[in-house]
């Protein structure tokens, strides 16, 4: 059973759309919540979120953790085409990141 | 801040050959380096964790003798996949931490690897 699961596995939105992706994890020694937006190459780091810090905000694009459900949301606003990529939610235990498969997001203009 | 670069971008070897790559946090002190694959279309998979100046502990289906992790310094790891073969062939990407109570990890640019 996979321990982190996003939805959905792909998007296909027009620029100025807003988007939001969703992420759930396994509750087992969880510490922490991650997202980051993987282009061409590695991945770059957006957001850290933990029982202490559920929301986070950072000019279009935020995220929530909703720790009674065990799921997080990414929401981007006014979608621009550099926004496509596949974005990817990580659960932190001890210390150690698990990877869902990630959403691949494509904007069109 | 906070940048990680990795070596060679990319490289091309021979069955049989071994290859290096290194990973540097050039900003930073990462007191723990990740080691990922990652396949076409599959997310990142973690293949060890390793903290300077001690032996890395590689997940569970991962060869230690074919994947020589070593974190020499603060600043520098490097993973050697020795004795290389096509199914060998993928994406490495390498994190970086700083440790304490932070959970965020940096990546690197990945290298793409490609055995003949």
């Known amino acids: 059973e996979d321990k982190v699961v996003q939805s959905p596995l792909s998007l296909v939105v027009h620029e100025g759309d807003t988007v939001t992706l969703n992420c759930s994890y396994e509750?087992?020694?969880?510490?922490?919540l991650l997202w980051y937006k993987q282009e061409k190459k590695a991945p770059t780091f957006l957001f850290m979120l933990?029982?202490?810090?559920i929301e986070k905000k950072s000019g279009r694009l935020s995220s929530i953790l909703d720790k009674k459900e065990l799921s997080s949301i990414l929401n981007i606003t006014a979608t621009q085409t550099g926004d496509s990529a596949i974005y990817l939610c990580?659960?932190?235990?001890?210390?150690?990141?698990?990877f869902g498969k990630g959403t691949l997001l494509t904007v069109n203009p | 801040g906070a940048v990680v670069s990795q070596h060679p971008s990319r490289v091309i070897c021979k069955s049989g050959t071994s290859v290096k790559i290194e990973c540097r946090s050039l900003?930073?002190?990462?007191?723990?380096m990740f080691w990922y694959r990652q396949f076409p279309k599959k997310s990142l998979m973690l293949m060890a964790t390793?903290?300077?100046?001690?032996?890395?502990?590689?997940e569970q289906g991962v060869e230690k003798d074919k994947f020589l992790i070593n974190h020499a310094s603060l600043t520098l790891s490097t993973l050697t996949v020795t004795s290389a073969h096509p199914e060998d062939s993928s994406f490495y990407i390498c994190?970086?931490?700083?440790?304490?109570?932070?959970?965020?990890?940096?990546f690197g640019p990945g290298t793409r690897l490609t055995v003949l």
């Open positions: 994190s970086a931490s700083s440790g304490g109570r932070t959970d965020t990890q940096y």
């Open positions: 509750v087992t020694n969880f510490r922490s």
């Open positions: 933990t029982s202490s810090g």
């Open positions: 990580a659960r932190s235990s001890n210390y150690k990141l698990t």
């Open positions: 900003d930073f002190q990462a007191t723990t």
């Open positions: 390793s903290n300077e100046g001690s032996k890395a502990t590689y």
